[in-house]
């Protein structure tokens, strides 16, 4: 049984209305002697952050505020980032779980199982100004007119390098050549090789379409037609052949999602793609090694310079929820504060509605905590490098199958291991994209 009142979209766009400015949360009015009997329940889910202090922060802070303001018991359940399709694909099939879902990419696949997230989106940018397109690209169904999730952040997916070691060789990773050639000279010289992973894990998802964007290659086309199987695709693998086999290691390939900032934290690696994870935990451990880790820009490419969001944050609404009402509203609410989330996070969860954030430049300009402390300045400008996945098209359930099944992951790992060549590598992985695009196709979502 649904718990609560279900509100019109009139009646809960009115009351979005009446939520504090200054702080962020809703209001409400206790009747005295039946707010036991009112009280209602918000179960979320989402990841262990990797930034703890955000989860104190979000479980123990600014949601039992809000409870307390809405009179509803805000229950919050963290997992880490491996479990959640596994555990949102458990509560689609029980039909019962939470109110809110967050997941670290956008989940197309799962749109028949949740609301239109559209009205959420609208009261927000009412109050706090337009999403970025990339929110909208990653949670926003072309086809069938639908938003399938609501994106309240996503996190900056820059090159963290080791600053000593690149000056040695009088070099820098602004593009894909440099980092090859620097990445040779450096493990030749020291020993020290890149970490880029060629494994069935997110970060390689998130490399590997990098470096296939920067060669203007990609999954789909802005229609949304598979169109893998390409010259600049065949480049792309060729070159991450020759990175690998210049200046990389075999670990790679059995790499899982922490395994890139363990590899710079210990001092072995000279270069990697990773959000600022590695940074802040060398901070916090006041490890050495972290000073000498600096940040670039996503690489240019030899047709653009472009890189993925590190993890995309995107909330969903199941139909079955038992509030859902207590869920839009709470999404409302907090990117109303969004400000103190981006504090929490330690610059990690960059906002979908900038407005909400006006000092963000400021901010990273100057942190005490960094050694130098502007070297998080570089994310100033991420959104002109940064993008979803599905580029240039949008995130729909073909893509969403491909990211979740490593089908691209696989194909360059397969090429650099030397177990097949460029070639087949791409002419199988072309082949399984092909075969999900005409399964979503025919199933109208694509």
């Given at each position: 049984?649904r ?11 009115k ?8 702080t962020?949360?809703?209001?409400s ?12 329940k ?10 703890p202090?955000?989860d104190?922060?979000?479980n ?7 409870g ?5 018991e ?9 479990g ?37 989106y ?54 894909w ?28 998802n998130m ?80 490890n050495?090694?972290a000073?000498?880790?600096?940040l670039?820009?996503a ?5 653009r ?17 038992e ?32 407005q909400t ?24 400008d ?22 979740s ?37 025919e199933?109208?979502?694509?």
């Amino acid at each position: 049984m649904r718990t609560g009142k279900v509100l019109s979209r009139r009646e809960f766009l009115k009351t979005a209305s009446t939520v504090a400015l200054a702080t962020g949360v809703g209001a409400s009015i206790i009747v005295p002697g039946r707010a036991n009997a009112q009280r209602k329940k918000l179960r979320i889910l989402q990841w262990n952050h990797f930034v703890p202090g955000f989860d104190e922060w979000f479980n123990n802070t600014y949601v039992k505020e809000w409870g307390e303001k809405n009179d509803t018991e805000v229950i919050v359940d963290n997992i880490g980032l491996a479990g959640l399709n596994s555990r949102a694909a458990a509560e689609v099939s029980a039909q019962k779980g939470h109110d809110l879902f967050m997941f670290l990419w956008p989940p197309p696949v799962h749109e028949d199982q949740v609301i239109d997230h559209r009205e959420i989106y609208e009261e927000c940018e009412r109050r706090y100004g337009k999403a970025i397109d990339l929110a909208i690209k990653s949670t926003y169904n072309p086809k069938t007119k639908k938003f399938y999730g609501f994106s309240d952040s996503y996190v900056p997916d820059p090159i963290n390098y080791r600053k000593d070691l690149w000056d040695d060789v009088g070099m820098f990773p602004d593009t894909w050549d440099d980092i090859r050639v620097g990445g040779r000279k450096i493990k030749q010289k020291h020993g020290n090789p890149v970490g880029i992973g060629l494994a069935s894990e997110i970060d390689t998802n998130m490399a590997m379409r990098a470096i296939m964007y920067s060669f203007g290659s990609s999954v789909q086309d802005e229609e949304g037609n598979p169109v893998l199987k390409s010259k600049a695709t065949l480049e792309a693998i060729k070159f991450v052949k020759a990175l690998y086999e210049e200046t990389m290691t075999p670990e790679v390939f059995t790499w899982d999602a922490s395994s890139n900032n363990r590899f710079m934290l210990s001092g072995k690696g000279s270069l990697a793609l990773n959000a600022i994870s590695i940074t802040r935990t060398g901070e916090k451990q006041k490890n050495p090694i972290a000073d000498k880790i600096w940040l670039a820009k996503a690489a240019k490419g030899p047709v653009r310079r472009i890189g993925l969001e590190h993890v995309m944050d995107v909330y969903v609404i199941w139909k079955f929820a038992e509030n859902i009402e207590g869920a839009k509203q709470f999404l409302v609410d907090y990117i109303g504060n969004f400000r103190q989330a981006f504090l929490a996070s330690e610059f990690y969860n960059f906002p979908c509605f900038p407005q909400t954030v006006p000092d963000l430049k400021q901010l990273i300009a100057y942190d005490p905590k960094a050694n130098p402390p502007d070297k998080y300045k570089v994310l100033e400008d991420v959104l002109d490098w940064a993008t979803n996945v599905g580029y240039p098209g949008y995130a729909n359930a073909a893509i969403d199958e491909v990211f979740s099944t490593w089908v691209i992951s696989t194909m360059f790992a397969q090429a650099a291991s030397g177990r097949l060549s460029p070639e087949e590598a791409m002419n199988q992985a072309d082949a399984e994209v092909r075969r999900i695009f005409a399964k979503w196709k025919e199933k109208g979502k694509v």
